[in-house]
Nanobody, 116 residues
């Protein structure tokens, strides 16, 4: 079982930055992909960015240019650096992992609020 714990959310003014962290623990040796999603109030959960165990990244359109996903294998941590934040980025942000045989895990989420 993989456990994911997000942190780093909070309130920020438009144009500001936040860095989210996701620490993975448990049976993490065969995690192949880690991702960040977000879900705005009343909306669907939306994929933002992924990073593979070999460091290959991929971004959805809403994250391109302002968000950066990265990982520190020594700390079992994945990050999401978010710059030039907008009020429409307000959401709960979730960490997600996929293991080699396909099992998935979700974190509990961290709230990001961007005020204008």
């Amino acid at each position: 079982q993989v456990r994911l714990m997000e942190s780093g959310g909070g309130s920020v003014q438009a144009g500001g930055s936040l860095r989210l962290s996701c620490v993975a623990s448990g049976e993490i040796s065969d995690i192949r992909v880690m991702s960040w999603y977000r879900q705005a109030s009343g909306g669907q959960r939306e994929l933002l960015a992924t990073i593979t165990d070999s460091g290959i990244t991929n971004y959805q359109q809403s994250a391109k240019g302002r968000f950066t996903i990265s990982r520190d294998n020594a700390k079992n941590t994945v990050y999401l650096q978010m710059n030039s934040l907008k009020p429409e980025d307000t959401a709960v942000y979730y960490c997600h992992s996929i293991r080699a045989l396909g099992s998935v895990s979700w974190g509990q989420g961290t709230q990001v609020t961007v005020s204008s």
